[in-house]
């Protein structure tokens, strides 16, 4: 099948962070063929053969309330944890530098005073009332969009965890979130909601990187199945949690009764000390303790420990133990230790999601990519955490695609069930 060759924009939600400088260096460079397209799904049978968009036709954009540069984000990571090469960041520096015009300035409210700290005294906060807000962030997208010539642009949030939100029945309907929003009712929202009801609104495809669930609300998603886009969320599974979604079905498999499964995490960066907030640490935990007892199918004791290490910058290391029964009544124990890279582990997803995500609306697509849920620790609209049950899912879903059929988007939804493949 040949290669769509239209430009896709890509406009990321936190635009100076680690994990989207990561993801704009890798496109460049694997664009370029500075480097290989390890880590990137998408670059692999069967997928290539769907007429993705190519790396090198990705434009990147966005909004932060940091004020710095993309070269010099990118620059802060070399010499922080080394994963980017020097030499190759000069090489594609003024691709970077073209990149700034059009990063906006963000906005950010009920974050929590860890997210407040770290983003002054340079910060940049758009000011105005909640709809005037959405308005602006909707501008900012659709100028990009057209300065650019662009057919499709993606969303991808990757701005940093949020105190979760409170119940809000609001939250159900398209007329609740319009509501509050038009009220100007801050206590009962965050930035992330603006931001997921913008995308909808216009019809883009959105993907939730972060725990914030408020990007994808309900009412969100039902203005995006409307307007035709496609979105998914929450939460990105990248370590820990994507080791214990591949393992813990191996216990199943064998009826070995795993009896306690105890995780500790220390990593540093912005995200660490974020994550040192209790409000903002909150949601993070939210999304890494439900994983085994869905996979087990039983209550057991589990817990999830975060520190954040200063001297580690953007590498993380996750520790399980796992205590687990078998024949004879006799227990024994299992542990690893998961060493990594955040961004780089996370950067890859996001290029196969956003390139699957613009396939997706190209061919008639919308609402819950629950397709992509093997990408993230709570996939909404899947209640199935297995990562094999995730991938076969995903494999499905390509399938029908090369054979010309038309997806159910419901299928999972209704059935909890995968055309598994012969």
Not at 115 to 131: D, E, M, S, W
Not at 391 to 402: A, P, S, T
């Amino acid at each position: 099948m040949t290669r769509a060759r239209k430009k896709c924009g890509v406009w990321l939600i936190g635009a100076h962070g680690g994990l989207a400088t990561t993801m704009i260096v890798g496109a460049l460079m694997a664009g370029r063929d500075l480097v290989s397209t390890a880590g990137l799904l998408t670059e692999t049978e069967p997928f290539d053969q769907l007429g993705l968009p190519d790396l090198s036709d990705l434009v990147f954009g966005g909004h932060d309330v940091r004020e710095t540069t993309v070269y010099q984000s990118a620059y802060d990571i070399y010499k922080d944890t080394g994963t980017i090469d020097i030499e190759k960041l000069q090489q594609i520096k003024d691709d970077l530098d073209a990149i700034d015009a059009d990063v906006r300035i963000g906005t950010a409210f009920n974050c929590g005073a860890t997210i407040r700290r770290l983003a002054a005294p340079k910060a940049r906060r758009r000011q105005g009332t909640l709809r005037d807000l959405v308005r602006s962030i909707q501008e900012d997208i659709l100028g990009f969009k057209d300065r650019h010539g662009l057919e499709q642009v993606v969303v991808v949030n990757v701005a940093s965890t949020e105190p979760p939100l409170p119940p809000e029945p609001a939250f159900e309907t398209a007329k609740g979130l319009r509501q509050l929003i038009d009220a100007d009712d801050r206590k009962a929202l965050r930035a992330s909601v603006l931001y997921g009801y913008a995308a909808a609104d216009l019809g883009l495809p959105l993907i939730n990187f972060t725990p914030n669930v408020g990007s994808v609300a309900p009412g969100i998603q039902v203005i995006a199945r409307k307007n035709g886009a496609p979105l998914i969320g929450n939460d990105g599974k990248t370590g820990e949690t994507l080791v214990k979604s591949a393992l813990a079905p191996m216990f199943k498999y064998r009826n070995l009764k795993v009896l306690t499964w105890q995780g500790y995490n220390i990593l540093g960066d912005r995200d660490g000390e974020v994550l040192a907030d209790p409000e903002n640490k909150q949601a993070k935990l939210r999304t890494k303790d439900g994983v085994l007892s869905q996979i087990l199918g039983y209550p057991l004791h589990t817990h999830v420990g975060i520190d954040f290490v200063p001297s580690l910058n953007d590498l993380k290391t996750a520790w399980d133990f796992i205590h687990f029964q078998g024949f004879l009544d006799f227990k024994m124990s299992l542990q690893f230790t998961w060493q990594g890279c955040d961004a780089i582990l996370a950067a890859p997803l996001l290029l196969d999601m956003v390139r699957l995500a613009a396939f997706a609306q190209s061919k008639g697509e919308s609402g819950l990519m629950t397709w992509l849920s093997c990408f993230f620790k709570s996939p909404v609209g899947v209640d199935q955490h297995d990562l094999h049950f995730q991938f076969h899912h995903l494999m499905d879903y390509v399938k029908v695609h090369l054979e010309g059929g038309t997806w159910d988007s419901g299928l999972v939804a209704r059935t909890g069930q995968v055309r598994l493949p012969r």
